[in-house]
């Protein structure tokens, strides 16, 4: 990908030129950024909205539009879109009856968009979930985060989006949703990975005649490199494990086959792969009742391609092949189908003001908040004095990207503070859940949400330390929800649940406390987030996330102890 040939700022100029070219088929939204589409049929009841990072065209953007996605929300180049991003993305199509997210099993993705659903169900609409997680590639025991989710999205988003029009409401769609995923797998190989937008090379090499085997679409390595094989010994080898993986036999429904290409893969190579696929899945008595070829989830112009196997239901077929209206999916609208302008149904075609973040209370409301704030302001002095550490500690097992989110979300609640004379954890409450991006940021805004609304109802003879008690420990619970994370999984979790208990004792205690928990996680195993997919290169260094959130408990014991 040539340099010469993006734009300063490439995501946002890209999607109006996309919103530019299907203008009559989809609007973009910019502030907070997604693209929805102009009309659906009157059928449905359910909005459907999807997302991920941007460098996978088309999905999920060209899947907006009838018959198929409502809304789709796109991040940065391989990063999670913002829980803000999707909260108003999902606002502004709901339907009657709700809507339904469908998602990748990235942790930013499932995080931000549980986050999203908290603050949907907050505001009165009906929320569900499907998880789509399908690559074989990464189905292991040894960690919890399960499988990635790839190819298998777009035969998700195709069915659902056919079932929604039929008229099936919020549960029926997620349970369907549920079963698609489960039918389906995936696996991916690579001869070269994508290019680095900021070296103009290969962003990992390959030694002469080897391949890359279980790669991911963001560019993950696989777990190994193999030997290149023989053309048709390479796809039967895939077929076979996949097939093997993919729930069921022929007498349990024929099956769905769909050749992705990665991004740089000719068509002539992804139409041979189709051709080999189908014939090694013909000598094991399969049939292949329906197909999809081509470049559909990319990984920029990595050379590759993916195999996806969904064993079908009678009904899906016909999902399957119902007419859509979309820039990217090959199935032209039927003519004479009735439409529905999602505007004149209703829905709100606004973005997230930030005020859906919890409305700031000001100091003037409340005199006790001269002390949260107090904490927050010493909160943000500490994450300034420990941001290098934090970075290398999240640079062992993640990107780096943790202690500029924390300190960059405590320096905007700063400002909120000065400028609007907020009290601090309304400020930081709207701070991190409206304004940082990745994963930690908008889990760190639920404790704040915990937080805020705790103070906002402490009364004049209440102690601080019992709301402290309870809103760490209704953020931790909050944080469990949309992180699916337990403790020993070596996230913030293993500091907030002890603390939440030591806070009885005082706020001296639960600092030590903290801090304790914090150092004690560089001897557990990562079994969820972007740290589980590099086991044991984090042993012996703390999550970085643990000692951050440590950080905040103990500036309030410097507050509140002094």
């Known amino acids: 990908?040539?340099?010469?040939?993006?734009?300063?700022?490439?995501?946002?100029?890209?999607?109006?030129?996309?919103?530019?070219?299907?203008?009559?088929?989809?609007?973009?939204?910019?502030d907070p950024l997604f693209v929805r589409s102009r009309t659906r049929t009157p059928e449905r009841r359910v909005g459907l909205v999807s997302g991920g990072g941007s460098g996978h065209e088309p999905m999920h953007v060209g899947f907006v539009g009838q018959?198929?996605?409502?809304?789709?929300?796109?991040?940065?180049?391989?990063?999670?879109?913002?829980?803000?991003?999707?909260f108003a993305a999902s606002r502004a199509v709901a339907g009657d009856d709700g809507v339904l997210h469908i998602v990748k099993n990235y942790t930013g993705d499932v995080i931000n968009f549980a986050i999203a659903a908290e603050r949907l169900q907050a505001a009165g609409i009906p929320t569900r979930t499907v998880i789509v997680d399908d690559d074989i590639a990464t189905d292991s025991d040894e960690t919890e985060t399960g499988r990635r989710g790839t190819g298998a999205t777009v035969v998700v988003e195709k069915i659902l989006g056919a079932a929604a029009d039929s008229g099936?409401?919020?549960?029926?769609?997620?349970?369907?949703?549920?079963?698609?995923?489960?039918?389906?797998?995936?696996?991916?190989?690579?001869?070269?990975a994508q290019t680095d937008s900021h070296t103009g090379r290969p962003a990992f090499d390959l030694a002469e005649g080897t391949l890359e085997y279980g790669v991911?679409?963001?560019?993950?390595?696989?777990?190994?490199?193999i030997d290149r094989e023989d053309f048709d010994v390479l796809v039967a080898r895939m077929v076979d494990e996949v097939h093997a993986a993919v729930?069921?036999?022929?007498?349990?429904?024929?099956?769905?086959?769909?050749?992705?290409?990665?991004?740089?893969?000719?068509?002539?190579?992804?139409?041979?792969?189709?051709?080999?696929?189908?014939?090694?899945?013909?000598?094991?008595?399969?049939?292949?009742?329906?197909?999809?070829?081509?470049?559909?989830?990319?990984?920029?112009?990595m050379t590759g391609f993916s195999i996806t196997l969904t064993r079908m239901q009678p009904q899906w077929l016909d999902w399957w092949e119902a007419a859509t209206c979309t820039a990217a999916f090959p199935a032209p609208v039927a003519d004479g189908t009735p439409t529905a302008s999602i505007a004149e149904r209703g829905t709100d075609q606004g973005g997230a003001d930030e005020t859906d973040a919890g409305t700031l209370r000001t100091r003037a409301q409340d005199r006790s908040t001269d002390l949260?704030?107090?904490?927050?302001?010493?909160?943000?002095?500490?994450?300034?004095?420990?941001?290098?550490?934090?970075?290398?500690?999240?640079?062992?097992?993640?990107?780096?990207?943790?202690?500029?989110?924390?300190?960059?979300?405590?320096?905007?609640?700063?400002?909120?503070?000065?400028?609007?004379?907020?009290?601090?954890?309304?400020?930081?409450?709207?701070?991190?859940?409206?304004?940082?991006?990745?994963?930690?940021?908008?889990?760190?805004?639920?404790?704040?949400?915990?937080?805020?609304?705790?103070?906002?109802?402490?009364?004049?003879?209440?102690?601080?330390?019992?709301?402290?008690?309870?809103?760490?420990?209704?953020?931790?619970?909050?944080?469990?929800?949309?992180?699916?994370?337990?403790?020993?999984d070596r996230t913030v979790i293993d500091v907030l649940e002890p603390t939440a208990s030591a806070l009885s004792g005082g706020f001296a205690s639960a600092a030590e406390t903290a801090a304790d928990a914090a150092q004690a996680t560089?001897?557990?195993?990562?079994?969820?987030?972007r740290a589980s997919y590099v086991d044991g290169r984090g042993h012996g260094t703390p999550d970085a996330g643990a000692v951050g959130i440590s950080l905040l408990f103990t500036a309030a014991a410097e507050v509140y102890e002094r």
Not at 67 to 86: K, R, T, Y
Not at 177 to 187: F, K, P, T
Not at 269 to 291: H, I, P, Y
């Open 1 to 30: 990908m040539s340099a010469f040939f993006v734009s300063p700022t490439p995501i946002i100029s890209a999607l109006r030129g996309f919103a530019r070219a299907h203008s009559d088929r989809v609007a973009l939204t910019e």
């Open 67 to 86: 018959g198929m996605l409502d809304a789709a929300v796109p991040g940065e180049v391989f990063a999670s879109p913002h829980n803000a991003q999707i």
């Open 168 to 192: 099936l409401g919020l549960d029926e769609l997620a349970d369907l949703g549920a079963e698609v995923a489960d039918r389906s797998r995936s696996l991916a190989v690579s001869a070269r």
């Open 216 to 225: 991911g679409i963001h560019g993950e390595r696989a777990a190994s490199s």
């Open 247 to 301: 729930a069921g036999d022929p007498a349990d429904g024929d099956l769905l086959v769909f050749v992705n290409g990665l991004g740089a893969s000719t068509q002539i190579e992804l139409f041979n792969v189709f051709d080999a696929v189908t014939r090694a899945l013909e000598a094991k008595g399969e049939k292949v009742a329906a197909s999809l070829v081509g470049d559909y989830v990319t990984a920029l112009d």
């Open 372 to 488: 949260e704030t107090a904490v927050v302001i010493r909160f943000a002095e500490l994450a300034e004095e420990h941001h290098g550490h934090l970075t290398r500690l999240d640079q062992v097992t993640g990107d780096g990207d943790f202690g500029d989110n924390l300190r960059g979300g405590l320096r905007h609640a700063t400002r909120l503070m000065e400028e609007a004379d907020a009290a601090g954890f309304a400020a930081a409450e709207r701070a991190f859940l409206n304004g940082v991006g990745g994963t930690s940021g908008p889990l760190l805004g639920l404790l704040f949400q915990e937080l805020n609304a705790g103070y906002a109802k402490l009364g004049d003879d209440e102690h601080p330390r019992t709301v402290w008690e309870q809103a760490t420990a209704a953020g931790s619970a909050a944080i469990r929800r949309v992180g699916r994370a337990e403790p020993g």
């Open 522 to 529: 560089a001897e557990l195993q990562a079994r969820r987030g």
